[in-house]
């Protein structure tokens, strides 16, 4: 069965630190990696999306992504109160379904 | 702006009646949309594909007559709960993919529901 895990958290840092967020994976042949974010009581919404080993950086976050370890990473810079949230990684397979982990919680302190 | 719109963005209903939750994706057409069930602190669950023009593909333990999926248009996609019971009562949200944004898939508002 196809795997996506995640430290529920929370994870608590001040505002202003970078804040890393973890996922593993396990079917190795996944190709396609998205981080999406989830305000309580809400739909998630896509922050970045990775398919190449490396890092990839968008404003305040870069995902970086490690096939050979099955490994997907978000790093978010210069942490906001507004970034607490949920943080979603999920997997996509070949039928174009996402598989999702069961999120970090993230808490800015101000 | 908003790709996939849901509606009603929530709902309440009597214990054993029916109600339907719609998914339309905007300014796209949409051959395959997904729905999703999530409980309180919990992640999303899959529940269903759903294919336009054809029937949905249920993820194992959703119950197909009981999670009707109809989706008759390349821009619609409708989920009606039947015989509903308060444990029914979740967060359902749909998605759709997006070929011109790189095959993304991108979520609906969510739909709120309340079993009474």
């Known amino acids: 069965q196809k795997e996506v895990e995640q430290n529920s958290g929370p994870l608590s840092v001040p505002e202003g630190a970078i804040a890393s967020l973890n996922c593993t994976y396990s079917d190795r042949v996944s190709q396609s990696f998205f981080w999406y974010r989830q305000y309580s009581g809400k739909s998630p919404e896509l922050i970045m999306s990775?398919?190449?080993?490396g890092d990839k950086e968008d404003g305040r976050f870069t995902a970086q992504l490690n096939k050979a370890s099955q490994y997907v990473s978000l790093l978010i810079r210069d942490s906001q109160p507004s970034d607490s949230a949920t943080y979603l990684c999920a997997v996509r397979d070949s039928s174009y379904k996402l598989i999702f982990g069961s999120g970090t919680r993230l808490l800015v302190r101000p | 702006g908003a790709v996939v719109s849901q509606h009603p963005s929530w709902v309440i209903c009597k214990s054993g009646t029916s109600v339907k939750i719609e998914c339309r994706s905007l300014?796209?057409?949409?051959?395959?949309m997904f729905w999703y069930r999530q409980f309180p602190k919990q992640s999303l669950m899959l529940m269903a594909t759903?294919?336009?023009?054809?029937?949905?593909?249920?993820e194992q333990g959703v119950e197909k007559d009981k999670f009707l999926i109809n989706h008759a248009s390349l821009t619609l996609s409708t989920l009606t709960v039947t015989s509903a019971h308060p444990e029914d009562s979740s967060f359902y949200i749909c998605?759709?993919?997006?070929?011109?944004?790189?095959?993304?898939?991108?979520f609906g508002e969510g739909s709120w529901l309340t079993v009474v």
């Open positions: 998605s759709a993919n997006v070929r011109s944004s790189g095959n993304t898939i991108y």
């Open positions: 300014d796209f057409q949409a051959t395959t």
């Open positions: 759903s294919n336009e023009g054809s029937k949905a593909t249920y």
């Open positions: 990775i398919y190449s080993n």
